[in-house]
């Protein structure tokens, strides 16, 4: 029960520490009462300051693909141009379509970014009156250039803008109201390193506004009952409790170690670590390399191809990883399964951790 904090680097879920767990044990408070409002006003300044923004950050008792469905339908007039370069990003395409909106698709090969030059050409005389994006796709290791895309299409007329951040936030810097995002989100897995269970978004006014408009919002992921809700430091639904207490407890925790920007800091370090063991050190004499090339890496997830008609498979990797030294790393995903392997290092992991999973990787690779 009590395994040593340190040794598990899922790209999320994410290793929750022991302090930030127990917080969960709290006792249950009248939901629409007088403390659960005090619990939301206390959550209120510490969730903007990790958004970036001086709008009402929503929390959903829901997975993160509950905001995604709920950027579509609230952000989407009629149709979408979906950057697709990984399974998340795909994701945003397959719940467009779902929800009855027309798709505009577009791909580049797995493991490369998008670029601001070749979204504005997408979108020209596309029709689209909105793009997505994932800001760290999770499934390929690749930080897409969110901040020079939301130029081009803040250029646009009416065009919004709907991130899925939900593994660069807090682990690398996410700026919503600078770079005029019209709605980020993100799930309490990931770089907040929290349980799973609670997702986290944030609406510009405009797409408040649009959302007015849009006559398929449904119920559950309508915005506009979490936006005049939470004014009033408020959940529409019954919010998940005891997951808040957890976030109440990290958010303090995350101020106390110094905010948001140290902790984008850490992470830095620790991609800066992975990199120079690949470029430098025993991963390149063992023959692998970065999937994103440099400059389009994720602060948070490193996503490693291994040596092409080598022995070692992404999955075998993982689990001697696990028998041999009880570490949880990775697979590739999807199609990547077998030629990538990936160390989630997002949440409260350190550089030293990070250094000490890397010796561990050093073996299982020496020895499959
Ligand atoms: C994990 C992840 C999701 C999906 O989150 P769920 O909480 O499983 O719904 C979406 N996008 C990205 C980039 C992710 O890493």
Redesign the pocket.
Known sequence: MTAPFGKFFL??PTEVLPEIAKAQEAPMIGHRGAKTEALLARLDEPLKAAFRTANPVYIAAS????L?EAAIRNGVRRKVLCLCNGS?SE?FAKIAAACGKEVVKAEVPMGQAFEAEQVKALLANSGADSVTA?H???STGVLNPIAEIAQVVLAAPDVFFLV?A??SLAGSPVETDAWGLDFVLT?S??ALALP?GL?FGVASPRMLERARTLPDRGIYLDLIPYDEAIRKRQTPYTPALSLMYALEAQLNRIAADGGIEKRWARHNAMRERVEKWVAKEAGAKLGLAYLPREGRRSWTVSCLKLPEGGKALGGAVAKAMDAKFGYTIGAGYGKLKDGTIRIGHMGDHTVAEVEALLGALEEVLKSV
């Not at 997975?63 to 509950?66: I, L, P, Q, V």
């Open positions: 790209p999320g997975s993160a693909t509950g995604m998340f994701r994932a760290s796709e999770t899925d939900v593994t799930g897995q990931k799973p997702a």
